[in-house]
Nanobody
Framework: QVQLVESGGGLVQAGGSLRLSCAAS????????MGWYRQAPGKQRELVAT???????NYADSVKGRFAISRDNAKNTVYLQMNSLKPEDTAVYYC???????????????WGQGTQVTVSS
């Protein structure tokens, strides 16, 4: 069994900062890419940022220069530092991990339960 548990969401004023964390645990053999998506009310889920096992990063244009993704491979944890937050960043943020479990021969995407981020104007 594999679990992804997120933390760090909350309510913040525009211009403020939040740091999200997502820890993967359970029967994990190896983790490839990790990342964050978000979904605002009435909108489709969209990619926010990804990071490869080697540390290569990719960001949505809307968050470039404001958000930073990082990971701690020893802790199977991915982070999202969010600065200069805007009301349009309000959404449920989901982490994912493309990983190989101890009982599988190929990788599968696992998702966290989501954490609410609300930015007030």
């Amino acid at each position: 069994q594999v679990q992804l548990v997120e933390s760090g969401g909350g309510l913040v004023q525009a211009g403020g900062s939040l740091r999200l964390s997502c820890a993967a645990s359970g029967s994990i053999f190896s983790i490839n890419g990790m990342g964050w998506y978000r979904q605002a009310p009435g909108k489709q889920r969209e990619l926010v940022a990804t990071i490869s096992s080697g540390g290569s990063t990719n960001y949505a244009d809307s968050v470039k220069g404001r958000f930073a993704i990082s990971r701690d491979n020893a802790k199977n944890t991915v982070y999202l530092q969010m600065n200069s937050l805007k009301p349009e960043d309000t959404a449920v943020y989901y982490c994912y991990a493309d990983l190989i479990s101890t009982w599988a021969f190929f990788s599968t995407d696992y998702w966290g339960q989501g954490t609410q981020v609300t930015v007030s104007s």
